[in-house]
């Protein structure tokens, strides 16, 4: 158990939908970091956020958007959901975020879009 | 950009050695990790260097080469547990965006 959570566990929706995946980091981390893994993709970075504020972004689709709130926890938010973004999506956790922190990963949210 | 190449699958026996190679092209590099992955579950961390050189953590060492754009992990004793995706990643130096390989599937057999 890696200390990041992560729900729902699994999700099924339908294209043109719209879904809301929630993460809370590891008690003491400040950054959060979001990646979508499918089968074709490997692990893509979408976004990172440190402390509230967005530090860095990856591939993440317009119709991607995600915060960090103050107490730390996380969501990513996916809309106008088309059929590849079925996938699944990790949180990680890490102290500060710099590269030289490790990242502990959730358990994932498995999507999936009919 | 960052580019990273590690083979797709690679077959083992149980107790013996296995390495799996990683290449990568990142400007500006800041450190590369290797993660472990079994199937359907979160990646866990392995290893991270950022030095020249070898670091050994019990059954697990991994290998850092700047100047060739080269690491390798190397599995010792090998476990039929130890059948998983192997994760290559690097950090680009200036940015905090960490660029994953497609991962090694590791297949142990008896």
């Known amino acids: 158990d890696s200390g990041v959570t992560q729900t729902p566990k699994h999700l099924i929706t339908a294209t043109g939908q719209r879904v809301t995946l929630r993460c809370s980091p590891r008690?003491?981390?400040?950054?959060v970091y979001w990646y979508q893994q499918s089968l074709d993709q490997g692990l893509q970075f979408l976004i990172q956020y440190y402390n509230g504020e967005e530090r860095a972004k990856g591939n993440i689709l317009e119709r991607f958007s995600a915060q960090q709130f103050p107490d730390l926890h996380s969501e990513l938010n996916l809309s106008s959901l088309e059929l590849g973004d079925s996938a699944l999506y990790f949180c990680a956790s890490s102290v500060r975020g710099s590269p030289a922190d490790t990242q502990y990963f959730g358990p994932g949210t498995r999507l999936t879009v009919l | 950009g960052q580019n990273i190449d590690q083979p797709t699958e690679m077959t083992a026996t149980e107790g013996a050695i296995v390495q799996i190679n990683c290449t990568y092209q990142t400007s500006g590099f800041n450190g590369l990790f290797w993660y472990q992955q079994h199937a359907g579950e979160a990646p866990t961390f392995l290893s991270y260097?950022?030095?020249?050189g070898l670091e050994e953590k019990g059954r697990f060492s991994s290998f850092l080469s700047r100047s060739k754009g080269y690491s390798y992990l190397l599995l010792k004793e090998l476990q039929m547990k130890d059948s998983a995706s192997y994760l290559c990643?690097?950090?680009?130096?200036?940015?905090?965006?960490?660029?994953f390989g497609r991962g090694t599937s590791l297949i142990v057999h008896p």
């Open positions: 260097n950022v030095l020249d």
């Open positions: 990643a690097s950090w680009g130096g200036g940015s905090y965006i960490p660029t």
């Open positions: 008690s003491g981390d400040l950054s």
